[in-house]
């Protein structure tokens, strides 16, 4: 009989631990996320705040990193209970749950050559005929709905904005496309390529990014109420925690 007890309160512990973990996808995205090693544990604004989260949910982050192509497919599944930093569109609310607020704000934007001929854009009508490196299964956002005339030349994994700087400096595609301001530029600074880049903002509101719960995750729907019903403090505002790390570096 004692044994008995002592199995049912062992599956009753373990399934306590399972259930204090979060399962957190996060993909590479300096300087939001990054890490020294392909083995090396992610640091940056972005895991403080994914971590910062699940402190405040009541749980232990468990953090992955991984492509946003795979991120998105183990949310789908329920593998992964949360990730972050992921636009809202219509064919992920089928699979994803997005909170009422943007966890970050950023400006989406265009880095090209130091040498190219555009010194500003102010319509998508400056950029005809570019041929425009971004990362695969990523939205570009509206300013490109409707513009045929403009190529999109997709890089897969986390090294996807090296991958798209070494073409951008090579000429095989005229510019990268990102939506926030500074992570083409963080690359070029940590390759000391710095000045032979420029970053042009698209003439568009603020791209917003969400934290996201997985509708197939057991946890999903919890989450969710319990991340809207959570106060904005210093130490759980993403915006707030990647200026000060910019600050932090002199950016």
């Excluded at 204090?20 to 939001?32: A, E, M, T």
């Excluded at 926030?180 to 003439?203: K, M, T, W, Y």
Aim: aromatic content about 8%.
């Amino acid at each position: 009989m004692r044994l008995i007890v002592v199995l049912l309160l062992c599956i009753a512990l373990s399934g306590r631990l399972a259930a204090d973990s979060l399962r957190i996808g996060v993909f590479l995205h300096s300087p939001l996320v990054m890490r020294d090693s392909p083995d090396g544990d992610p640091y940056g604004p972005g895991v403080d705040y994914a971590k910062a989260v699940a402190r405040a949910l009541g749980y232990e982050a468990k953090l992955v990193v991984l492509p946003v192509a795979r991120i998105l497919s183990y949310l789908s599944s329920g593998e992964l209970d949360m990730s972050l930093e992921f636009g809202m569109t219509e064919r992920r609310k089928v699979f994803l749950l997005y909170p009422d607020d943007p966890c970050l704000v950023t400006q989406p934007s265009l880095t090209v050559r130091a040498d190219h001929r555009l010194s500003s854009i102010t319509s998508v009508k400056d950029i005809s005929g570019m041929r425009i490196g971004y990362i695969l299964d990523a939205f570009p956002g509206d300013f490109f709905v409707g513009a045929k005339d403009v190529h999109f030349d997709y890089a897969p994994g986390n090294s996807w904005i090296a991958q798209n700087l070494g073409k951008l400096l090579a000429g095989r595609i005229d510019a990268i496309l990102d939506q926030n301001e500074f992570s083409c530029l963080e690359e070029a600074r940590r390759q000391g390529v710095e000045g032979r880049v420029r970053v042009l903002v698209l003439p568009v509101e603020g791209f917003k990014s969400y934290v996201v719960f997985s509708r197939a995750s057991p946890k999903g729907e919890r989450l969710l109420r319990e991340y809207n019903a959570l106060a904005k403090t210093p130490d759980l505002d993403e915006n707030e925690m990647l200026r000060a790390y910019l600050r932090s570096t002199g950016r």
